[in-house]
């Protein structure tokens, strides 16, 4: 039997998923590492809406950070936030 605790990370997590501009970050970051600005431009935000869904995303550690000279790039955490998204469309799509 689960335990209490691990049943509300589980639903803490999920509802870091809940929110569209998030999926929305975490597909940009599928494929590339990207920088604030280039997230911000690509999908027509602000650097601060940015920065501040990053930041969710980073505690949540579900995409992390990485220095590259004066800039951060942001990637996703790991293969299970892929594999997360992935099985979510899989699950629309049927």
């Keep these: 039997?689960?335990?209490?605790?691990?049943l509300y990370d589980l639903a803490e997590l999920f509802k870091v998923f809940g929110d569209s501009t998030r999926i929305r970050i975490l597909y940009t970051l599928m494929d590339n590492e990207m920088c604030v600005n280039d997230i911000a431009v690509s999908l027509n935000m602000?650097?601060?809406a940015i920065s501040h869904q990053l930041r969710i995303?980073?505690?949540?550690?579900?995409v992390k950070a990485s220095r590259d000279g004066k800039s951060?790039?942001?990637?996703?955490?790991?293969?299970?936030?892929?594999?997360i998204?992935?099985?979510?469309r899989?699950?629309?799509e049927e």
């Design 46 to 48: 602000t650097q601060s």
């Design 85 to 88: 998204i992935d099985q979510g």
């Design 57 to 62: 995303l980073k505690q949540n550690k579900l």
């Design 72 to 83: 951060i790039l942001y990637s996703l955490a790991d293969d299970h936030v892929r594999t």
């Design 90 to 92: 899989e699950h629309l």
């Design 1 to 6: 039997m689960i335990h209490e605790e691990e």
